[in-house]
């Protein structure tokens, strides 16, 4: 190619962006998570520190749960893909507040914890196969008198700041006019501190992350899970818009894992099994909404 002195300034401009686009192109190519695992990089994956069973800490502090035993799982189909057999795996902490952000902007590969795939966070991130299929109750005192949200008519409800139980009882106590409080708290174990203390009547999150941090308190019996539930929540893995081909090899194994029931022997370990840090079992076998899903595992969900 022979370059000839470019005289107009606008089609100077052109050039060099055209010039940008091919090699900022190339390079946005190259920053996918596979390209750079296999140029040696590590792989980052995002936990919770308290969404029990699927990611917490326990008490030697070492990440551990459902979603982080699957976040394994595709950590070594990432290995095999790339040919990477020393990759490293590190453990970030994310909090229900930051965990999209961290993803949008490249800050963890995978994030691995209870998060909902719904329409409004696909605008930003992508998820993978649904992993638990929940829906959001109400964890109150054993003594309390309430069995649904609307006995808590003029009451203190507390919620997980940045979550989608959250958001629905701010709707269902606009559109039913209960005049409830609406709290937020900073994770799920202050929450449940705060009705453990009289702070707030209840705290509405996913059920199964309320038996389980219920069945991890000092005193079990003294909290209770109630009501019907106020949303449907497919819980999945979470992971970057920009990079489709790290998506499909997720995907792929996560399907893989579905129908080959190698996740079987994994959900039995966090839902049937006693676990950390009491030694204590939830007890919940694979619902019938998630049994029926994994009939044709799919990343597509209809909300």
Known sequence: MIFRPVRDAAKAICLLACLGATFWGGGANAAGVLDRVGAGGKLVIGHRESSIPFSYVDADKKPVGYAVDLCLKLADAVRKKTGAKSMQVDMVPVTSANRIAMVA???VDLECGSTTNNAERREKVSFTVPHFITGARLLVRSNA????????????????KGTTPLKAAE????????GITILEAPDHAKAVEMVEKGDAH?????????????????KPDALKVVGKFLTTEPLAIMMS????????????????L??????QPVYDKWFLKPIPPNDKALNLPVSYLLRDFWKYPSDFVPF
């Open 258 to 263: 579905i129908v080959s029931k190698e996740i």
């Open 171 to 178: 709707q269902a106590n606009r559109e039913r006019l209960l």
């Open 145 to 160: 008198r309430v069995d649904r949200i609307e006995d808590l008519e003029g009451k203190k409800l507390v919620s997980t």
């Open 105 to 107: 902007e490249g800050k």
């Open 202 to 218: 209840a705290f509405v999150m996913d059920d199964v992350l309320l038996y389980g941090l219920a069945a991890n308190r000092p």
């Open 241 to 256: 818009k920009n990079d489709p081909e790290f998506k499909k090899l997720v995907d792929e194994e996560m399907r893989r």
